[in-house]
């Protein structure tokens, strides 16, 4: 029997550490307010660390309006948006400290009439680790973004709006496109064309706003969306959004001046600890069977 409760036990410990962890949501502040790093409550929508500021090397802070885990390395990267003295680009962040490691300036070429370039006003990855953007100024158009480079090139025009409200986009697990490329608009963007087709006039729980940022949960299958609401700073609320209808399910208010969301890419179970279940499932139903000494 000794034998048996110590295989049970080992048995057990395997399978811990063979089940999937959960994702983490991962949230930014942009928004008129310097960049901070946060974990964030799924459920709830309260804070559950603040990890730290959004620093380079040199102490430089970077406000960042996006956010998204590569599907496969699992490094987080980032978006600034032409505020606190850094222009727009692409940068990757540390997600334990919150250190950022610039990359390159999107370069994806319209400008608003004081000359300021476009950003994106998201960013989102497809299964095979292809990154999308949204940009900021010139319409909510699609752009593909070199992740060596931060250059970013037009997908095409989206043929429903000239001007960006929001600009959250997120990508399924079947490879939809899923964005709200203005405040009244949910819908989704065709990645061969670039073309928007929209669903509905999400509610927005912040009072009124847009949908900033998008992001599927890996581990539940749920897409959530960050309301970024009127005022200065300006209030926040998470959602989840059924990609079918657009209905919006409130989760709670959240941070003031968020930005961005992104969940963490959940690790795959242990092979090494799937591999031995069956030896040790065998080696349990032995014990238990053999007579005690």
Known sequence: MKIFNLVVCALGTL????????????????AGAPGELYKINAATGAVIQDVGPLNDASHVNYPVTGLAFHPTTGVL???????????????????????????GGFNAGPTNSGGTPTTMADIGFDAAGNLYGIASIGGPNLYKIDLATGQATGVGANGVSTSTGGGGIAVSSAGILYGTPTSSRFGTYNLGSGA?????????PAGTGAYGALDFDPSSGLLYGLNVGPGSPPPTHIVTINPTTG??????????????IAFSTV???????????????????????????
């Open 196 to 204: 928007y087709t929209n669903i509905a006039n999400p509610a927005k």
């Open 15 to 30: 399978l811990v550490a063979a089940r999937a962890d959960a994702a983490v949501l991962y949230a930014s502040t942009a």
């Open 77 to 103: 990267y980032g978006l600034t948006g032409n505020a606190g003295g850094v222009d727009a680009m692409l940068i990757t962040i540390n997600p334990a400290t919150g250190l950022v490691t610039p990359i």
């Open 267 to 293: 690790p795959e179970p242990s092979t090494i600890g799937l591999a031995l279940l069956p030896a040790l499932i065998g080696l349990a139903t032995r014990a238990k069977r053999s007579p005690s000494r």
């Open 247 to 260: 209905a919006v399910t409130d989760v709670g208010a959240s941070v003031n001046a968020l930005d961005a």
